[in-house]
């Protein structure tokens, strides 16, 4: 069995730390990896931390933005070979038995898609992620990376690029519509980028006067602060469409009154604690307030082949995995743009 080399949260109370452990041996359908790059997202925060529930498997490697290259294949393996470029985003299995799962929809499998990391396989082993040197995985949840996307930079596609990427297409986004993103960090940025592809008039809404210019740097037509309430009033019944990238707790009701009839906000954000919604901006303008995850296997594909036709990539800071935890507190205070990403080689040493 593969042994391979790791950061870890041994609890949820402690800073990463190095750890080893054994992948599994490539079974017939699986493809080994080498993993070059791996994303940090906020999500790993949380998970590490403890912070959605009392349900983490220690020790805990997180990680579910992975590029690298095929090391080996199973004998079975048809749609990989040795050198591959690929990736693995947040599942790395489900039933593939429920509707879901054969409509393409795996990360909605009615018996739970299992997780990259912190999840238990359907042998009952403990799904470990990307902050390590290799990864097993079967080749039905594995992702092909274009040539033409570097990797480091592609490695944040995996999960803040499909994100963003599925309700845009989803909720039918197209040419000409007036989009407004919440939100200016690493989910906020990939949704500017792919809205503004996609043919959409782009808005940026933050709080931080400051990002301004960031945002017209990556696309966006229009910037408003909504710090100044008087955004809310001059902006009223503007957007067709508002994707909220949110994780902090926010008045959706405000948000939804920028919507025009028949208008759709997505929530892709899930803050800690619940917010008041009211009826009245949603049924006197017949709006949709809706929420979307990730995307299945199928969708990946096809937002990474988006991508490198597009040429969208995320904008990152690679960093040695022995700055994780020190990655952990910039990201917390904001610090980053947008995207940390670990150089992996940094493990090997």
């Not at 393996?77 to 039933?95: P, Q, R």
């Not at 307030?289 to 199928?298: D, E, K, N, T, V």
Request: some cysteine; aromatic content about 6%.
């Amino acid at each position: 069995m593969p042994t391979v080399q790791a950061y870890a949260a041994p609890s949820a109370k402690a800073p990463l730390a190095p750890f080893s452990f054994e992948r599994r041996e490539p079974g017939p359908h699986d493809v080994l990896i080498d993993i070059l790059y791996c994303g940090v997202c906020h999500s790993d925060i949380h998970s590490a931390r403890g912070e959605w529930g009392p349900h983490g498997l220690y020790p805990m490697v997180p990680g579910h933005e992975i590029v690298g290259k095929v090391a080996q294949v199973g004998g079975s393996v048809t749609k990989y070979k040795v050198g591959d470029s690929v990736g693995v985003g947040c599942f790395v299995d489900s039933c593939r038995e429920c509707g879901q799962c054969h409509a393409g929809e795996e990360q909605f499998c009615d018996r739970g898609m299992v997780g990259t990391y912190n999840a238990k396989d359907r042998h009952g082993a403990v799904t470990q992620g990307g902050y390590s040197t290799r990864i097993t995985v079967d080749e039905n949840y594995v992702l092909r990376i274009p040539e033409s996307l570097p990797l480091d930079r592609a490695a944040p596609l995996l999960c803040a690029g499909i994100t963003t990427y599925s309700p845009l297409r989803h909720f039918g986004v197209k040419k000409g519509d007036k989009v407004a993103v919440v939100g200016l960090g690493g989910l906020g940025h990939m949704g500017v980028k792919l809205a503004k592809k996609m043919g959409a008039e782009v808005t940026v809404l933050s709080t931080s006067p400051s990002k301004k210019d960031d945002a017209l740097a990556l696309g966006a037509h229009h910037f408003a602060a909504t710090s100044d309430k008087a955004t809310f009033k001059q902006l009223a019944g503007s957007f067709d469409f508002i994707l909220d990238t949110v994780s902090a707790q926010h008045d959706y009701n405000a948000y939804l009154n920028l919507l025009k009839v028949d208008g759709t906000m997505v929530l892709v954000g899930m803050p800690e604690h619940p917010s008041p919604l009211s009826a009245a901006p949603l049924v006197m303008r017949r709006r949709k307030l809706a929420g979307s995850l990730i995307g299945g296997i199928r969708e990946t594909q096809e937002m990474l082949d988006f991508c490198a036709e597009h040429n969208v990539t995320s904008d990152i800071e690679v960093i040695p995995i022995q700055k994780i935890n020190e990655a952990y507190e910039r990201m917390l205070k904001g610090d980053v743009r947008y995207r940390f990403v670990i150089d992996t080689a940094s493990l090997r040493k």
